[in-house]
């Protein structure tokens, strides 16, 4: 079993759809969740992160961490077809260096 | 905000020849850097950790001698990749850690664009 899963996609939605997205993990250790986007030929780069379990909101996105089903989600409101890209998320225990991605999931606005 | 650059974003070479690419940090300073490698529809993989001043820390599977790492300076670390084949063309990218600004203390991941490889 892999540490973290995600739904590779792709994922279509019309323009100005709630958009989810998800990874689940397997070690409990993880306290530190992040989810990245990344464009095609380019780097990833950070969209939201969060500590421990709860939820973070900034602007059209939502992150959602449920430890006791060791779950992740993000949401993207009123999606854009700038918003076409593929998620990555990524997680880390405390005290280690090493963070943990999960396949990415392609996602495409369609305006 | 903290800001890695690397270069060349893309670069083609010739079987058996070896190519560099840059990873700096532009308005920070990094301690340690990572190298990541990336599969069409796969995980981004962590080849090594580049520390400042000492031997980059590899990944189990790695090859060191294949995959040269220098991190000479707090600014700058490189990747050589020796002796090229075409099965090392894959998408190299850098990241260095900043400091997520909250209470968790925590570090996140600053990535730079990537360096596209093509060994003919």
């Known amino acids: 079993q892999k540490e973290v899963e995600q739904d590779p996609g792709p994922l279509s939605v019309p323009e100005g759809a709630i958009v989810s997205l998800n990874c689940t993990y397997s070690?409990?250790?993880?306290?530190?969740f992040m989810w990245y986007r990344q464009y095609s030929r380019k780097g990833p780069e950070l969209l939201m992160y969060t500590y421990s379990s709860g939820n973070k909101e900034d602007g059209r996105f939502t992150a959602q961490v449920d430890k006791s089903s060791k779950y992740i989600s993000l949401f993207i409101r009123d999606s854009q077809p700038s918003d076409s890209a593929t998620y990555l998320c990524?997680?880390?225990?405390?005290?280690?260096?090493?963070?943990?991605f999960g396949t990415g999931t392609r996602l495409k606005v369609l305006a | 905000g903290a800001v890695v650059s690397q270069h060349p974003s893309r670069v083609i070479c010739k079987s058996g020849t070896s190519v560099k690419i840059e990873c700096r940090s532009l308005d920070f300073q990094a301690t340690t850097m990572f190298w990541y490698r990336q599969f069409p529809k796969k995980s981004l993989m962590l080849m090594a950790t580049s520390n400042e001043g000492s031997k980059a820390t590899y990944e189990q599977g790695v090859e060191k001698d294949k995959f040269l790492i220098n991190h000479a300076s707090l600014t700058l670390s490189t990747l050589t990749v020796t002796s090229a084949h075409p099965e090392d063309s894959s998408f190299y990218i850098c990241?260095?850690?900043?400091?997520?600004?909250?209470?968790?203390?925590?570090?996140?991941?600053?990535f730079g664009a990537g360096s596209r490889l093509t060994v003919l």
């Open positions: 990524a997680m880390k225990a405390s005290g280690t260096y090493k963070y943990i």
């Open positions: 990241s260095a850690r900043v400091s997520s600004g909250g209470t968790s203390g925590a570090n996140v991941l600053t």
């Open positions: 070690n409990s250790a993880f306290q530190y």
